[in-house]
């Protein structure tokens, strides 16, 4: 049983891990702002993250095996972590994103097309933090989203004060209402009401992963296994926007209909027009099982379609 501390976990697949580290017997603070109370059971620390001497008052004398940080942006968020939880725990995991390899925010690597990114294309222990940048206007951090996942990141791994590890979701998906982003439901309100999908004319693939089994991996990544370093989480099977499109239509019954446009253009949500799927070799190699995306995905838009035609009261 591990001493496991949990900041944010209020809501979608953060909250699905609190509730399995919990059912594990382990023991779980959650930290947070205090708007959504965590499960019976589990102690809640409402603070702001970002006030580092409320942090560390908060914290007290309190000492974890693992912290889970699922809602870290920007290095100036990583670096009060970094200094409130050094000699406080061994270990520190950070929910990142697929967008750290988005070829449109970043100059990285190129790769023979149609290569899955491995984790190397970003390495955090070499990339360039820049903190005096303007993180906390939100307009800037929502337009630099990518860059502020990928120096968050730098700054874990170049602390040294615990074992750091990344885990790089890749788009995730299930959960009926859940699932927050709206991107699923854009595909479904689309095609339930026969209106057209906008896909790049050469719409090319990524990647997915079922909340449930992020949610699994993340536990993995705290409990299971010391790996440092990032480690990218992504069902096997990636689709572009026109398979994800047809795994809709067959749920609803209807005939996807298609606008497309050149490369540059705004389209439908998950419609790529550069390629940055991941490769999964390294979590498979360290132990993790992945899913197929087509086992689930029928099933999560099978539930969204429930709960978008569920009656109100």
Same mark, same amino acid.
């Given at each position: 049983?591990?001493t496991i501390?949990v900041?944010? #976990?209020?809501r979608y697949? #953060?909250?699905? @891990?609190?509730?399995r580290?919990q059912?594990?017997g *382990?023991?779980?603070?959650v930290i947070?702002?205090?708007s959504?109370?965590?499960? /019976?059971g589990?102690?809640?620390l409402?603070?702001? $993250?970002?006030?580092?001497?409320a942090?560390?008052?908060a914290l007290?004398s309190r000492?974890?095996d693992?912290?889970?940080d &699922?809602?870290?942006?920007?290095?100036?968020q990583?670096?009060?972590? /970094?200094?409130?939880?050094?000699? $406080?725990? $061994?270990?520190?995991? +950070?929910?990142?994103?697929i967008?750290?390899?988005? %070829?449109?925010?970043?100059?990285?690597p !190129? @790769? =023979?097309?149609?290569? =899955?990114?491995p984790?190397?294309?970003v390495?955090p222990a070499?990339?360039l933090?820049?903190?005096?940048? %303007?993180?906390?206007d939100?307009?800037y951090?929502?337009?630099?989203?990518?860059e502020?996942?990928?120096?968050a990141?730098?700054v874990f791994?170049?602390h040294?004060?615990?074992?750091?590890?990344a885990?790089?979701?890749?788009?995730?998906l299930?959960?009926?209402?859940?699932?927050?982003?709206?991107r @699923?439901?854009?595909?479904?309100?689309?095609?339930?009401?026969g209106? &057209?999908?906008?896909v790049?004319?050469?719409a090319?693939?990524?990647v997915?992963? *079922?909340? &449930?089994? @992020?949610?699994e991996?993340l536990?993995w990544a /705290?409990?299971a296994?010391?790996?440092t370093? =990032?480690v990218?989480?992504?069902?096997? #099977? %990636?689709?572009?926007?026109?398979a994800?499109s047809a795994?809709?239509a /067959?749920q609803? #019954? $209807?005939?996807?209909?298609y606008?497309?446009?050149?490369?540059?253009?705004p389209?439908?949500?998950?419609?790529?027009d550069?390629?940055?799927? +991941?490769?999964?070799?390294? !979590?498979?190699?360290?132990g993790f099982s992945?899913s197929?995306?087509?086992?689930?995905l029928?099933g !999560?838009?099978?539930?969204?379609l429930?709960?978008s035609t569920?009656?109100?009261?």
């Open positions: 049983m591990a501390c900041i944010g #976990g209020s697949f #953060g909250k699905l @891990l609190v509730q580290l059912a594990r *382990h023991r779980v603070t947070n702002r205090g959504i109370p965590p499960p /019976a589990v102690e809640h409402v603070v702001d $993250r970002d006030d580092e001497a942090l560390i008052a007290g000492n974890f693992v912290v889970v &699922q809602v870290c942006y920007t290095p100036v990583a670096a009060i972590a /970094a200094r409130v939880f050094s000699g $406080r725990t $061994r270990r520190y995991v +950070m929910t990142s994103t967008e750290v390899y988005d %070829p449109a925010t970043a100059a990285l !190129a @790769l =023979p097309p149609g290569t =899955p990114v984790e190397e294309t390495d070499t990339w933090v820049r903190t005096d940048l %303007p993180w906390h939100a307009a951090l929502q337009a630099h989203y990518a502020g996942k990928r120096q990141e730098a791994a170049q040294h004060g615990f074992g750091f590890a885990v790089r979701s890749a788009h995730v299930g959960g009926g209402s859940q699932e927050f982003t709206g @699923l439901a854009h595909y479904i309100e689309r095609i339930t009401q209106r &057209q999908i906008i790049h004319a050469e090319l693939p990524s997915f992963i *079922h909340y &449930q089994e @992020l949610a991996l536990e /705290a409990t296994t010391d790996f370093g =990032p990218n989480a992504s069902s096997d #099977g %990636p689709l572009d926007a026109r994800l795994v809709v /067959a609803a #019954g $209807r005939e996807p209909l606008r497309s446009v050149a490369a540059g253009e389209a439908s949500p998950f419609s790529f550069r390629h940055y799927a +991941m490769s999964n070799a390294r !979590a498979k190699k360290l992945f197929h995306t087509t086992d689930w029928p !999560a838009v099978a539930e969204a429930n709960t569920a009656p109100t009261s």
